[in-house]
């Protein structure tokens, strides 16, 4: 245990030391806030309304590229084998990998939120329930990373499958664009994607009650126990093991919760439904007593 | 003394070809064993079979009496292993790698002792990007010997050190032996080998071919020796033909040159030669087969 710590300080104060991966983390989720400021700058509380998606970005972009591409490398070069001589398992080895990301991900998160708030956001609604919708994100997103990790070779395969993995989520997944705008197909597509599932969670505790993500939520913890375990089933100390066919476990929570929510008939969203499920006209903000009350958005939002 | 390493009938193979084919040996608390053996010869994949970074095939790997494949992290809680080439994080120092891969350990030696006796304490905070491959190979014996270990495993130790940082990574080797731990360590370096190994083993394709100790296995070697002399007067051409079991005959005026199995024997004859046509030996060299030699006439 003493060892694993360690290694999440040691893994924090390398991070800041390289002026490349503190760059990433931190400049890439702000390009996109800047981006959302400048499309939705006219709604009457800027940002509210996209926390779930800048979040998940940001979620995103550290799971598809920087954590697999941290794992790869390391174990391109060797390190992992160094790591493997030490009387930790693997489990040991990668809780101390995931753990750092995670706490470098909150910051960027925090980063994000300061600076939304910093220009005219409220404070969200459920704060503490908001960090464990992103925390319970993270952890399924971080599996991905995992299982990406697992299955790239070298870096550049890691740019190619995060970027499968990457711009699908953005445009049909529901993360950029809202579920509302895509075409059914897409909409069908979405639930069986984890970015959707992430945006709705975390928007629900910024907008609107906590409770009305249950589904989401249970949906990221599918995802996020599959990918995690097939990770680790499939982890490879170095180049020379082959991928493993584990991967494909971490396929299943997707499929779950893809299943579930055709199943449950939830996977089509209207514009008057996700204006619901974020808050809009949900107690306890529909009336003037909270900030993010019906009829505040303008008409160049989410239509 | 009790046995530290014993491995038995280790097997490995890669395709259709058999990196180790059977393997066993043992290394005794106190001992320094040295595996010697041609590129492919299979020391890399023992070194790796033992200490977890290989799985083989088959065969059994007891580490301090631990089965060390059933209980991998008990095993490697007694081992240290440096190997020929270590990666790091390019931004670690090396102080913060004693601290953080000794964290891992509940015996362990203090990182500024270390890096003392390895000469790093300049280089403490400096990036492991920016270390030259000596320093980068002494802070690998320093991460070996950071659990204090009672199975050191080197593979190619000395490969990049300057004389300086050898005799520091001798005296270490030297002093885990003393405190009664084993040594097993792969080299190229027969002078090395020869000077710190109390036994070797010869491994080809992925057996091993020879065990014992050094003298012992040069003195059991079929190589031959080399003797030369410088006589007073030149030997007239043909005179030595007759001597039995010798070879390689040189003769250039008064130098002559020539290799023999059975050196005593090639003597008795020689002299009475000598006498024959009035020859003194001014100087007489006899250099018998170098473990080098000996280890090629294994193979």
Request: aromatic fraction near 6%; charged fraction near 15%; include cysteine.
């Given at each position: 245990m003493q060892g694993v710590l360690q290694q999440i300080l040691l893994h924090l104060r390398l991070n800041f030391r390289s002026r490349m991966a503190v760059l990433y983390q931190y400049l890439f989720p702000i390009i996109f806030l800047a981006a959302f400021r400048t499309v939705y700058r006219q709604e009457r509380f800027p940002l509210a309304m996209h926390v779930g998606e800048l979040l998940t970005i940001t979620i995103l972009g550290s799971a598809a590229?920087?954590?697999?591409?941290?794992?790869?490398?390391?174990?391109?070069?060797?390190?992992?084998?160094?790591?493997?001589?030490?009387?930790?398992?693997?489990?040991?080895?990668?809780?101390?990998?995931?753990?750092?990301?995670?706490?470098?991900?909150?910051?960027?998160?925090?980063?994000?939120?300061?600076?939304?708030?910093?220009?005219?956001?409220?404070?969200?609604?459920?704060?503490?329930?908001?960090?464990?919708?992103?925390t319970i994100s993270a952890i399924a997103f971080m599996g991905v990373g995992l299982d990406l990790a697992m299955l790239a070779t070298n870096v550049p395969a890691v740019q190619a499958l995060g970027q499968c993995i990457f711009l699908p989520m953005l445009i049909v997944g529901g993360v950029a664009f809202p579920l509302s705008s895509l075409p059914a197909w897409a909409q069908h597509l979405s639930a069986f994607l984890p970015g959707r599932y992430s945006v709705q969670a975390i928007q629900a505790c910024v907008t609107g009650t906590p409770a009305a993500a249950q589904f989401d939520v249970l949906a990221l913890v599918a995802i996020g126990v599959t990918g995690a375990a097939a990770g680790l089933l499939a982890f490879r100390w170095d180049n020379r093991q082959r991928p493993s066919p584990w991967i494909a476990l971490a396929l299943l929570g997707w499929l779950i919760a893809g299943i579930a929510a055709e199943s449950r008939g939830i996977v089509h969203v209207s514009a008057a439904r996700q204006s619901a499920a974020r808050g809009r006209e949900s107690p306890p903000y529909s009336s003037a007593e909270g900030p993010y009350n019906a009829g505040t958005a303008t008409p160049v939002s989410r239509r | 003394m009790s046995a530290k390493l014993n491995v038995h009938d280790l097997r490995k193979r890669y395709g259709t070809?058999?990196?180790?084919?059977?393997?066993?040996?043992?290394?005794?608390?106190?001992?320094?064993?040295?595996?010697?053996?041609?590129?492919?010869?299979?020391?890399?994949?023992?070194?790796?079979?033992?200490?977890?970074?290989?799985?083989?095939?088959?065969?059994?790997?007891?580490?301090?009496?631990?089965?060390?494949?059933?209980?991998?992290?008990?095993?490697?809680?007694?081992?240290?292993?440096?190997?020929?080439?270590?990666?790091?994080?390019?931004?670690?120092?090396?102080?913060?790698?004693?601290?953080?891969?000794?964290?891992?350990?509940?015996?362990?030696?203090?990182?500024?002792?270390?890096?003392?006796?390895?000469?790093?304490?300049?280089?403490?905070?400096?990036?492991?990007?920016?270390?030259?491959?000596?320093?980068?190979?002494?802070?690998?014996?320093?991460?070996?010997?950071?659990?204090?270990?009672?199975?050191?495993?080197?593979?190619?130790?000395?490969?990049?050190?300057?004389?300086?940082?050898?005799?520091?990574?001798?005296?270490?080797?030297?002093?885990?032996?003393?405190?009664?731990?084993?040594?097993?360590?792969?080299?190229?370096?027969?002078?090395?080998?020869?000077?710190?190994?109390?036994?070797?083993?010869?491994?080809?394709?992925?057996?091993?071919?020879?065990?014992?100790?050094?003298?012992?296995?040069?003195?059991?070697?079929?190589?031959?020796?080399?003797?030369?002399?410088?006589?007073?007067?030149?030997?007239?051409?043909?005179?030595?033909?007759?001597?039995?079991?010798?070879?390689?005959?040189?003769?250039?005026?008064?130098?002559?040159?020539?290799?023999?199995?059975?050196?005593?024997?090639?003597?008795?004859?020689?002299?009475?030669?000598?006498?024959?046509?009035?020859?003194?030996?001014?100087?007489?060299?006899?250099?018998?087969?170098?473990?080098?030699?000996?280890?090629?006439?294994?193979?």
């Amino acid at each position: 245990m003493q060892g694993v710590l360690q290694q999440i300080l040691l893994h924090l104060r390398l991070n800041f030391r390289s002026r490349m991966a503190v760059l990433y983390q931190y400049l890439f989720p702000i390009i996109f806030l800047a981006a959302f400021r400048t499309v939705y700058r006219q709604e009457r509380f800027p940002l509210a309304m996209h926390v779930g998606e800048l979040l998940t970005i940001t979620i995103l972009g550290s799971a598809a590229f920087g954590l697999p591409s941290g794992i790869v490398s390391d174990r391109e070069r060797g390190i992992w084998r160094r790591y493997k001589i030490l009387p930790v398992s693997s489990f040991g080895i990668l809780a101390g990998t995931l753990v750092t990301r995670y706490l470098l991900l909150l910051t960027a998160a925090l980063l994000v939120l300061a600076l939304a708030m910093a220009t005219g956001m409220p404070m969200p609604a459920h704060p503490f329930a908001m960090w464990a919708a992103f925390t319970i994100s993270a952890i399924a997103f971080m599996g991905v990373g995992l299982d990406l990790a697992m299955l790239a070779t070298n870096v550049p395969a890691v740019q190619a499958l995060g970027q499968c993995i990457f711009l699908p989520m953005l445009i049909v997944g529901g993360v950029a664009f809202p579920l509302s705008s895509l075409p059914a197909w897409a909409q069908h597509l979405s639930a069986f994607l984890p970015g959707r599932y992430s945006v709705q969670a975390i928007q629900a505790c910024v907008t609107g009650t906590p409770a009305a993500a249950q589904f989401d939520v249970l949906a990221l913890v599918a995802i996020g126990v599959t990918g995690a375990a097939a990770g680790l089933l499939a982890f490879r100390w170095d180049n020379r093991q082959r991928p493993s066919p584990w991967i494909a476990l971490a396929l299943l929570g997707w499929l779950i919760a893809g299943i579930a929510a055709e199943s449950r008939g939830i996977v089509h969203v209207s514009a008057a439904r996700q204006s619901a499920a974020r808050g809009r006209e949900s107690p306890p903000y529909s009336s003037a007593e909270g900030p993010y009350n019906a009829g505040t958005a303008t008409p160049v939002s989410r239509r | 003394m009790s046995a530290k390493l014993n491995v038995h009938d280790l097997r490995k193979r890669y395709g259709t070809v058999r990196a180790l084919d059977g393997i066993s040996f043992c290394v005794n608390g106190g001992e320094i064993l040295g595996l010697l053996g041609p590129n492919g010869a299979g020391k890399t994949t023992t070194v790796e079979s033992i200490a977890g970074l290989t799985e083989p095939d088959s065969g059994s790997v007891e580490v301090c009496g631990i089965d060390a494949r059933r209980k991998p992290r008990e095993a490697k809680r007694r081992m240290g292993l440096a190997l020929a080439v270590t990666a790091l994080q390019d931004k670690i120092t090396p102080r913060e790698a004693l601290e953080s891969f000794g964290a891992f350990y509940r015996r362990r030696a203090g990182a500024e002792e270390l890096l003392a006796r390895f000469d790093l304490k300049p280089v403490a905070g400096r990036s492991f990007d920016t270390l030259s491959t000596g320093q980068r190979q002494r802070l690998a014996l320093a991460l070996a010997l950071v659990n204090q270990p009672e199975l050191l495993i080197l593979d190619e130790p000395s490969a990049g050190l300057d004389p300086e940082a050898r005799r520091n990574m001798r005296a270490a080797i030297l002093d885990v032996k003393e405190n009664g731990g084993a040594v097993l360590m792969t080299t190229h370096d027969m002078d090395e080998a020869q000077r710190l190994c109390d036994r070797i083993a010869i491994i080809n394709l992925g057996r091993v071919v020879a065990e014992g100790p050094p003298a012992d296995l040069i003195a059991r070697s079929r190589t031959t020796t080399t003797i030369s002399l410088r006589l007073q007067s030149p030997i007239p051409p043909g005179a030595l033909a007759a001597i039995q079991g010798i070879g390689g005959l040189e003769c250039t005026d008064a130098l002559v040159r020539f290799v023999a199995t059975n050196v005593n024997e090639a003597l008795a004859q020689l002299i009475p030669v000598l006498d024959r046509h009035g020859l003194d030996i001014a100087e007489l060299h006899a250099q018998r087969a170098t473990l080098e030699e000996v280890v090629a006439g294994f193979l």
